[in-house]
Nanobody, 122 residues
Framework: HVQLVESGGGSVQAGGSLRLSCSAS??????MGWFRQAPGKEREGIAG????????SYADSMKGRFTISLDSAKNTLFLDIDTLKPEDTAMYYC??????????????????WGQGTQVTVS
């Protein structure tokens, strides 16, 4: 099993930046990823990362303002968001999976989830 705890969310002004963190514990993960879900919308993938070498994979619609990174020594996943927009308002989730393969942020392929951290942009 794996436990994931997100932090770093909050209320920010449009144009600002934010760093989200996800602390992971338990068995080693092959992939980790970030997702978000806005009210009334489906959960969507932002980015995934292969834990062995830190290679990222971004959803096409998320390329540019989002940066995923990993501190393996601290078992911590990060998501940096630049130039925040009101439409970035959502609950942001960290997720993990064990099975190998391309670490694209497809939510159906990630069985382990954190509780989420809320980001509100005004």
């Amino acid at each position: 099993h794996v436990q994931l705890v997100e932090s770093g969310g909050g209320s920010v002004q449009a144009g600002g930046s934010l760093r989200l963190s996800c602390s992971a514990s338990g068995y080693s993960r092959y992939c980790m990823g970030w997702f978000r879900q806005a009210p009334g919308k489906e959960r969507e993938g932002i980015a995934g990362i292969k834990t062995a070498d830190g290679s990222p994979s971004y959803a096409d619609s998320m390329k540019g303002r989002f940066t995923i990174s990993l501190d393996s020594a601290k078992n911590t996943l990060f998501l940096d968001i630049d130039t925040l927009k009101p439409e970035d308002t959502a609950m942001y989730y960290c997720a993990a999976r064990f099975h190998p393969g391309y670490c694209y942020p497809n939510k159906e392929q990630y069985p382990y989830w954190g509780q989420g951290t809320q980001v509100t942009v005004s």
